[in-house]
């Protein structure tokens, strides 16, 4: 499936099939080599920033703000193929919103404030001064 078209469903969808079909595809994009706590992770920034507001209030708005996840830098052409590794993302997603969905003492955190990440071949000018988690091939920040 093109990602243009995954991203029409979730213009038309109800809002929480919607929400897990952007966070899938973001971890999809994001972290589809990953191992499971890595992809789990990644949904965690996503989730953290939509509870906070600044990015967007809904799962699709924060994964669809400018340079901020891969959805808006991955042409709308590109294929998704891998329908194993995008059944996992999708799982990992509806695994990650029934967590957030928790009060937050009963949340399981596995990359507590972070709100930003970068594989670990670059170091953003952003990620400088602050302290990271390395997951996999992913170093998560607490920016915000």
Not at 49 to 54: A, I, L, N, P, V
Not at 56 to 64: F, I, P
Not at 100 to 127: C, E, G, K, M, N
Request: charged share 15%.
């Amino acid at each position: 499936m093109k990602l243009s078209m995954l991203l029409w469903l979730t213009s038309v969808l109800p809002q929480p099939i919607a929400d897990q079909a952007c966070l899938a595809t973001t971890v999809y994009l994001e972290a589809r080599s990953e191992s499971t706590i890595g992809q789990l992770a990644v949904a965690e920034v996503a989730l953290r920033r939509r509870e906070r507001g600044r990015w967007g209030d809904t799962v699709c708005k924060v994964v669809a703000a400018p340079h901020q996840f891969a959805i808006t830098a991955t042409p709308g052409s590109y294929d998704i193929a891998n329908f194993k590794a995008f059944a996992k993302a999708w799982k990992v997603a509806g695994y990650s919103m029934e967590n957030w969905a928790l009060p937050l003492a009963q949340r399981q955190l596995l990359v507590p404030h972070a709100d930003h990440f970068a594989t670990v071949a670059i170091a953003p000018a952003w990620s400088l001064n602050h302290t990271s988690t390395t997951i996999g091939e992913h170093r998560f920040y607490a920016v915000n």
